[in-house]
């Protein structure tokens, strides 16, 4: 150990003192040193995506983009880009919970031999304004409120819901943000989208507009809000240790890139502008190209130097990705690089190791806080004939940056295109995409936010607002929270559906879902352990819940060890619990409200649920009475429940449970 100037340390426990009971000195310049670096361990936490944890992987592309861009590294599959991607939270502060109601941040970089190329998406592909000059202003509503500083982390306040009314552009954000989509289920099960209109260039200088999705492997996810409010409680860093744990385990999270082009001469054949961060291209008019694959492989060695230096930007780009005029896009490429000026105090941001290119960088910008290169030499400026003018800047051929000169007329207005007034097409289009039970979530989301608003005349204005997206929708928020439903006939006609949208429609996999195993003494070693393995073969995760840690001891007095309590765990942490047999197990279980709690939960948050033998006893504990009496050598299989009695062969039990668990949740169920 050594003091930062590189003095061995010889002691670390005591200050120095005048005397063993006496004060201590000025010149103790360890202690000193230690102090201070300690008083100033702390930098301002992002203003929005304050939250946020991240990992490092690679990119590849699946086939060469060359026709559509001249980006280099979407050209060559044998090309692996380095990435690091920082997910988020957007308005709680750094210590928020991870599950709270709210967008996603998917914030990538590509560390590409161009220079590095910043995706900075979010997992909602639409915004709640159109133009940047209010986003102050929005964040300001959905922000805890100044008097009082509540609520965290929560849109379910006066302020934000007052915006909302009056900002009527937020519609369609704020359908997506009601839905599932606004309580991912992890990380590695939402999608990321670039929310805005690029382009692509190509080397023949075409340009296409177009717009990024991110795709994960595992399907799109999410938990249900009952138990998205328990698990904040629970486990507040839910997600970034699915995060961490995931990867430490060696199941990478994968997401496949793809995007939507449209040609430059079809800008305006649609009925809505494609310069509009609050429009979606749905897939169904705009297919989604899938282009390629990132993986997270490693976590990261320190979340500070990380997680919280790393300084995304929108306006990161390469040669063969450039802008479109959207609003929000264009003030964004000026918000990011100021921000980061105060968060990571100064304009050398970009030499901080997680920032820092992978390909060499050089230009006359010099000094300024917290400069780390030492830069040689008696010039500093560019035109230069004392050192041939060395830094000198790349034609076009050479990979020089070159802006799409795209021929703009106009005048200078403070103003918006008539082509973004259609606030509600879109929002209904969303709600029409919705099954039965989605739309219901939906529902339970405004009446759970609007209900925590205070203002009567603001909770009115919202489902007058909304009555103009679906009547429907409109009267049932109405009807939660005690407020008119609106007789006035203003609902969007949009009749269209994007089967794209609904979750229900997404991929399925067993893969890296938790199960619960519930036993105590004298549970059935069979059924735990061959189920167990059956699971873990499909890639699931399974870990045994009991009243202590240790050992527990099978009926057969054959061991398994115990991998967390009912008070350290909980059945909103997993996918599925299953309840091995074994008599004495079960005894125990049926009489511990903790164990009935945690299969009672599982059941409300519709999760597949298992049962052995004596096992099922504890399901009818828990007031679960669908399984019947009558199962003897049988397996049963409805609505998520999966029950076998005497069966030697545990085989179609366990695929019908891994089924059940594939299916991520029973809607069906009723509750
Ligand atoms: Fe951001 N946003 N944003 N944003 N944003 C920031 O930059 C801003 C917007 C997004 O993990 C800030 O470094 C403006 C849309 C992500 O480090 C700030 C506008 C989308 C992250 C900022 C938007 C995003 C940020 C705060 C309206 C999806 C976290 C700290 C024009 C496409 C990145 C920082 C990370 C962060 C400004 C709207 C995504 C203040 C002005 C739309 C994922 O610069």
Not at 112 to 140: M, R, S
Not at 296 to 318: I, K, M
Request: overall charge negative; hydrophobic content about 35%.
């Amino acid at each position: 150990m050594t003091t930062n100037q590189g003095l061995k340390i010889s002691e670390d426990e005591h200050s120095l003192k005048a005397g063993e009971r006496g004060p201590t000195l000025m010149e103790d310049f360890h202690f000193r040193e230690k102090m201070t670096h300690f008083d100033h361990e702390r930098i301002p936490e992002r203003i929005v995506h304050a939250r946020g944890n991240g990992a490092h992987g690679y990119f590849e592309v699946y086939e060469s983009m060359k026709e559509y861009t001249k980006a280099k590294f979407l050209q060559d599959p044998d090309v692996k880009t380095p990435v690091f991607v920082r997910f988020s939270t957007v308005a709680g502060s750094k210590g928020s919970a991870d599950t709270v109601r709210d967008a996603r941040g998917f914030a990538t970089k590509f560390y590409t031999e161009e220079g590095n190329y910043d995706l900075v998406g979010n997992n909602i592909p639409v915004f709640f304004i159109q133009d940047a000059i209010k986003f102050p202003d929005l964040v300001h509503s959905f922000k805890p409120e100044p008097h009082n500083e509540m609520p965290q982390a929560s849109t379910a306040h006066d302020t934000f819901w007052d915006f909302v009314a009056n900002n009527q552009e937020t519609a369609h954000m704020v359908m997506w943000t009601m839905s599932d989509r606004g309580i991912p289920r992890s990380y590695r099960m939402m999608e990321g989208f670039g929310v805005h209109t690029f382009r692509f260039v190509n080397d023949q200088g075409k340009a296409r507009f177009v717009k990024f999705h991110w795709k994960p492997v595992l399907g799109v996810h999410s938990l249900v809000l009952d138990e998205a409010l328990t698990i904040a409680g629970k486990d507040p860093d839910y997600h970034r240790r699915d995060l961490w744990e995931s990867i430490e385990m060696g199941n990478y999270p994968e997401y496949e890139l793809g995007v939507q082009m449209i040609d430059e001469e079809d800008e305006f054949k649609f009925d809505f502008d494609i310069l509009d961060a609050t429009k979606i291209w749905p897939e169904e008019d705009v297919p989604v190209k899938i282009i390629g694959k990132m993986t997270l492989n490693r976590n990261q060695d320190n979340v500070f130097a990380e997680s919280e230096q790393v300084a995304f930007h929108p306006g990161h780009v390469v040669p063969g990705i450039d802008f479109s005029n959207d609003p929000l896009l264009q003030g964004r490429l000026f918000s990011y690089t100021d921000t980061q000026l105060i968060r990571l105090g100064g304009p050398n941001f970009h030499e901080i190791p997680i920032n820092r290119p992978v390909c060499p960088f050089h230009n006359h910008q010099n000094d300024g806080y917290h400069r780390m290169t030492i830069n040689t030499g008696q010039v500093s400026y560019h035109k230069n004939s004392l050192l041939n003018n060395d830094p000198r800047p790349a034609s076009e051929e050479e990979g020089g940056y070159v802006h799409y000169q795209e021929k703009i007329e106009g005048r200078k207005v403070r103003a918006r295109s008539e082509s973004f007034e259609d606030h509600f097409s879109q929002a209904k289009l969303f709600w029409n995409s919705m099954t039965e039970s989605e739309k219901e979530h939906i529902i339970g989301a405004f009446r759970f936010e609007l209900g925590k608003v205070k203002s009567k005349d603001v909770q009115q204005q919202v489902v007058d607002m909304f009555n103009h997206v679906d009547a429907g929708l409109a009267a049932e928020i109405a009807k939660g929270i005690g407020v008119d439903i609106p007789v006035e006939n203003v609902e969007s006609s949009c009749m269209k559906s994007s089967p794209a949208l609904s979750q229900e429609n997404t991929v399925k996999s067993p893969k890296t879902r938790k199960v619960a195993v519930l036993l105590e003494d004298g549970f059935s070693y069979v059924d735990a352990k061959s189920a167990m393995e059956k699971l873990e073969n499909a890639g699931i995760v399974p870990e045994v819940i009991s009243s202590a840690l240790g050992i527990k001891t099978s009926e057969d007095g054959k061991e398994i060890e115990v991998d967390k309590t009912f008070l350290t765990a909980d059945s909103v942490l997993y996918d599925a619990v299953y309840v091995p047999g074994g008599k004495q197990s079960a005894e125990k279980l049926k009489a511990s409200f903790d164990s009935i709690a945690f299969v009672a939960h599982a059941y409300n948050h519709f999760k597949a649920i298992g049962a052995g033998n004596e096992g099922i006893q504890v399901l009818r504990e828990a007031n679960i009475n669908e399984i019947p009496m009558d199962i003897e050598g049988k397996v049963y299989f409805e609505k998520g429940l999966v029950a076998t009695q005497n069966v030697n062969d545990l085989t179609a039990f366990s695929q019908e449970f891994i089924q059940a668990i594939t299916a991520h949740r029973h809607w069906s169920r009723a509750v």
